[in-house]
């Protein structure tokens, strides 16, 4: 299957390609590398690199002319600077709409957008239900909201999947790696008081492998174990990790910006694509652990406008 993955050298983007090229799909990769990284979409057989920004119609047009996919899915987005309205702007609406355009010019046979749970705001009802109205306050949360109803409206058969916080290789955003990052270093950290649900990335590539079937069902579904954890949960198992004596850490209320409770009730996407989450939510951390074991934590990114202090220990 050929498959273009805009955001492809990022953390969601990077995992899938390492899932399907050995699977033998052909993948094309669009990405600015403003948070994603060269180094993993590597010259390979099979992977081709497009080195630009969905805001850019004609780069998207010609990349739909020269690959002709037959399934797009839409990870690329733009978050890191939470007061530049602008670029989220670009990226996720205007980038999403040129997307949703070059797929219905083409005829795409699929078209697969990542979702923030952050398009919900502040939910009225836990664990948050497919029907539930989207209401978001941040840039980054109402740029991803127009983007989506734009593909909503493409005319081409649309999966958007509103994702849990996704544990898995290179995980550079939210709590765990902020707290492994600074416990390692010996500096001090706060929880908010906030919980959120956390995902395998192999219960993320499972589904992901049935919505880009063509017979899959279309809509919007929410993607999560429906399970909520407390970012007091997340930075005790870290203590734990690193052998670190008991820490008595505070526990701050959430920023302004910030929303106490976000967990998805999976129910439906349960129901309509017989997909369950398989991995417990300790092995999925303690996975993530031992990858940065493995490999260190290298920048982490955060979408939220908090101010210099509570950076330190910043929820998704
Ligand atoms: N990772 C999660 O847990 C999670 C949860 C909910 C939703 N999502 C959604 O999944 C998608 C992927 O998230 P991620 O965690 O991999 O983030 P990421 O930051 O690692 O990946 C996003 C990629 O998009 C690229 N990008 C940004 N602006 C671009 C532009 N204008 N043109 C081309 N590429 C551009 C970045 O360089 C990066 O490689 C995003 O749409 C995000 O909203 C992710």
């Known amino acids: 299957m ?9 953390c969601l983007g990077s995992n899938l390609i390492e899932h399907w090229l050995p699977a033998g799909h052909s993948i094309m990769v669009i990405d600015n590398f403003a948070t994603g990284k060269r180094e993993v979409v590597p010259s390979v057989p099979r992977l081709d690199v497009v080195e630009g920004t969905i805001a850019d119609q004609t780069l998207v047009a010609n990349c739909f002319d020269r690959f002709k996919p037959e399934v797009v899915v ?12 602008k670029e989220d702007a670009q990226t996720n609406v205007v980038g999403s709409i040129h997307i949703a355009k070059a797929a219905a010019a083409h005829a795409a046979p699929r078209l697969i957008n990542l979702q923030t749970a952050l398009c919900y705001g502040r939910p009225a009802e836990l664990p948050i239900p497919i029907t539930h109205p989207t209401a978001p306050f941040t840039s980054y949360g109402i740029t991803k909201t127009a983007g989506e109803q734009f593909m909503l409206m493409s005319g081409v058969p649309t999966v958007s ?19 492994y990052k600074r416990l390692k270093a010996g500096q001090e950290c706060f929880c908010s008081d906030t919980r959120r649900d956390f995902l395998d990335m192999s219960d993320f590539f499972s589904v992901m492998d049935l919505a880009i079937r063509a017979d899959a069902p279309t809509g919007v579904f929410n993607v999560s174990t429906g399970e909520g954890h407390t970012i007091k ?3 005790d198992l870290v203590a ?19 929303v106490s409770a976000v ?3 999976p129910s439906e996407t349960e129901r309509t694509f017989n997909w ?24 982490v990114y955060s979408h939220l406008a908090a101010p210099a202090v509570s950076k330190q220990a910043i929820h998704e």
Do not use: C
Request: charged share 20%; hydrophobic share 45%; net charge negative.
């Open 2 to 10: 050929k498959i273009l993955i805009t955001g492809g050298a990022g």
């Open 74 to 85: 839409h990870a690329a987005a733009s978050y890191k600077d939470p007061t530049d309205w």
């Open 161 to 179: 999947l509103r994702l849990a916080n996704i544990t898995g290789p290179r995980l550079a955003i939210g709590p765990i790696p902020t707290f």
């Open 233 to 235: 949960e997340i930075f």
């Open 240 to 258: 734990a990790h690193l052998e670190l004596p008991e820490l008595d850490v505070p526990v701050v209320p959430p920023a302004h910006d910030d």
């Open 263 to 265: 967990v998805l009730d």
């Open 276 to 299: 369950n989450a398989t991995v417990p939510f300790a092995e999925a951390i303690a996975r993530q652990l031992t990858w940065y074991d493995a490999y260190g934590v290298s920048d």
